[in-house]
């Protein structure tokens, strides 16, 4: 820097000292005269260079303290970005057939959370699973809370209902998920307050009833949540309207009445007229869960069921309407190794009149997952499944799967 801003001085000094002709002619006390009026002039020229060059800086660090102050704040500003990417290798050796070996991108998860104002957040996530659930919007919402101010939140977009916990610490989810959990469109008020939480949510479920497209479908929750030095202990229960709409539950009933209504028109039977591949009713479902903590030991127990049956043409089991309910009893124990997290677990699981949802009976599962390296972690399960017997249309085989999963988590 100062070597650019002399360079202009020596030029001109040089230039002077070629002597032009009518500088030749002047006398001494006048070239002495010109000399300082033309040192002078240098000099200011060179000051007004120095100001210039001193000046970006300047700006930029006045840029900077409002920047702190919060004055032009960027739009990147309190955005949090988050992920998963979770990789798995697998063999299964199936109720029938041949075993089989695969590896797979088994989850991918990207999600950004803001809180926009004291009272404004949202939160938004994609999710793609390898021959599962293609690339997609799995979360879209916004929340207002303030807890310095109101115990009372509200939440609208798209998100899961909280119907169920589905606690593990195992690769696979639980059964009660595979029946239970539901991805909706909802409106949810709830309240967190000195450990009670609790909501009401409503939402248009996928499910039609009566060929209706309306906000019919409703739900509740309510829970408790406690953690000392000595030991920690949550428990809730909910309800729903129509556990129809849950994400497996709805696929299958759709799936069930085409498959009738297909039928009845290849064999021209006149039911066909009056028969709807829409349900004709909805059928409530309900949960109860609780988990308990003692140092690195914790015990998880959920309940899942309907609260009545299904139209037989909806869900089946043993020639009339099913009542499908699952549950999961699990034991974890957290322990390091070599600094390391490592969790060993036991569950034991299992489903009643779910045969028509393809799920097993009952299942043992076996984890093991440890922390490999910051926010990384390589698990592994076993799973040993018994199917319903042949007189309730499975096949009355066991299954056996082994899985080595490789997560991170960013």
């Known amino acids: 820097m100062k070597g650019t801003r002399l360079l202009p001085a020596i030029t001109m000094t040089l230039a002077g000292l070629a002597t032009p002709p009518v500088f030749a002619q002047l006398t001494l006390e006048q070239r002495v005269e010109q000399l300082e009026r033309e040192n002078a002039r240098q000099a200011a020229q060179i000051a007004e260079q120095n100001q210039q060059l001193q000046g970006a800086p300047q700006r930029v660090g006045k840029l900077e303290d409002a920047l702190a102050a919060g004055e032009g704040r960027g739009w990147f500003e309190g955005i949090e970005i988050g992920g998963v990417i979770e990789v798995e290798a697998s063999y299964l050796d199936p109720y029938q057939g041949d075993s089989e070996s695969d590896l797979v991108l088994a989850t991918f998860e990207l999600g950004i959370a803001s809180q926009v104002n004291d009272w404004v957040g949202i939160e ?82 996928d499910n039609k009833v009566d060929g209706k497209n309306q906000i019919k479908s409703w739900g509740a929750n309510l829970s408790y949540a406690l953690e000392t030095d000595s030991y920690r202990i949550s428990a809730g229960a909910g309800y729903i309207n129509d556990l129809g709409d849950s994400d497996t539950l709805q696929d299958s009933i759709a799936e069930n009445r085409q498959a009738i209504y297909d039928r009845l028109i290849e064999g021209e039977d ?94 043992w599962l076996f984890g093991w997952s440890v922390e490999v390296f910051d926010n990384t972690a390589l698990s592994f399960e076993y799973r040993q499944d018994s199917d319903y017997g042949e007189h309730d249309g499975g096949s009355g085989k066991n299954a056996s799967a082994l899985v080595a999963q490789l997560a991170v988590e960013f």
């Open 270 to 363: 006149p039911r066909a007229r009056w028969f709807s591949t829409d349900p004709n009713e909805r059928t409530g479902g309900w949960t109860a869960n609780l988990s308990l903590g003692v140092g690195g030991v914790n015990v998880i127990a959920e309940y899942l069921s309907a609260s009545e049956r299904f139209e037989f043409p909806s869900l089946a089991y043993r020639n009339k309407g099913a009542e499908p309910a699952a549950w999961n009893i699990e034991a974890g124990y957290s322990f390091p190794v070599f600094g390391r997290d490592t969790v060993l677990a036991i569950a034991y699981q299992g489903t009643e009149e779910a045969v028509a949802l393809e799920l097993p009976e009952r299942s």
């Open 124 to 205: 938004a996530s994609l999710l793609y699973e390898e021959d599962d659930t293609d690339l997609e919007v799995d979360l879209a919402f916004i929340n207002i809370y303030n807890p310095d101010v109101s115990p009372v939140f509200f939440t609208a977009g798209q998100f899961y209902v909280p119907f169920g916990a589905y606690e593990t610490n195992l690769v696979s989810d639980p059964l009660t998920l595979e029946i239970g959990e539901a991805r909706e469109t909802a409106a949810q008020l709830g309240f967190i307050h000195e450990g009670f939480s609790g909501s009401l949510y409503a939402f248009n479920g």
